[in-house]
């Protein structure tokens, strides 16, 4: 039962142009939302994250929406760079578990 | 500060042979994980330690067994590793706590046949 799913596999989008990347769960004990990028063979890196308290966190050209009614989040990338091209996780966690539950990515190519 | 650092990067082994991957942090964090990760699965939670001392069971922690042998070390042992067990291992590290960001190691890449 996947509790957090990215049902997108793969997103091209133009530089310049905004890439959206969405992620859905099931959980709603869920109350901690975060997104990685990946690059092939290295780490998966953090971006940024978002508690269940807030709808909306922004850093720079990365905004992550939270829809708790929906269990949406989305992540919008403006805008688009080449560099930004990678595979994007969103996870998600219930405080006290320990337990981060990854979704199984997007990979976004932004066309230069 | 090197991070999170992991060896060995690349490793092939046969069917019932044991071995141990090593992972280190430099960033004094109390938490640190194993995940594995398999194409189309995202990554998924093998064992973590919430501190040193402790550790639990993640989402898939059959035919693994781990130590966390101070705050810095955190290993993870295939003790008689099966084809099934062919995949991508990432440690990471965190302040302790869900609402910490993870940071990542550069994986070892596992084949066994």
């Known amino acids: 039962d996947q509790q957090v799913k990215q049902n997108s596999p793969s997103l091209s989008v133009q530089e310049g142009r905004i890439s959206i990347l969405n992620c859905d769960y099931t959980?709603?004990?869920?109350?901690?939302f975060l997104w990685y990028k990946k690059y092939p063979a290295e780490g998966p890196t953090f971006l940024i994250s978002i508690s269940s308290i807030k709808d909306k966190n922004e850093d720079g050209r990365f905004t992550v929406f939270l829809n708790k009614s929906a269990k949406h989040l989305s992540l919008h990338i403006v805008p688009s760079q080449p560099g930004d091209s990678a595979v994007y996780f969103c996870?998600?966690?219930?405080?006290?578990?320990?337990?981060?539950?990854f979704g199984t990515g997007t990979r976004l190519k932004v066309l230069a | 500060n090197a991070g999170v650092t992991q060896t060995p990067k690349f490793q092939v082994l046969k069917t019932g042979q044991s071995m141990t991957l090593q992972c280190a942090q430099d960033?004094?964090?109390?938490?640190m994980y194993w995940y594995r990760q398999d194409p189309g699965m995202g990554l998924r939670l093998i064992y973590y330690s919430a501190s040193e001392g402790t550790t639990d069971k993640g989402e898939v922690p059959n035919g693994y067994n781990v130590s966390r042998l101070n705050k810095r070390e955190f290993s993870l042992r295939l003790e008689s590793a099966a084809p099934s067990q062919t995949s991508v291992y990432f440690c990471?590290?965190?302040?302790?706590?869900?609402?910490?960001?993870?940071?990542f190691g550069p994986g070892t890449r596992l084949t066994v046949t």
């Open positions: 960033m004094n964090h109390n938490s």
């Open positions: 996870a998600a966690s219930v405080s006290g578990t320990y337990k981060y539950i």
């Open positions: 990471a590290s965190s302040e302790m706590g869900e609402t910490y960001e993870q940071y």
């Open positions: 959980n709603s004990m869920f109350d901690y």
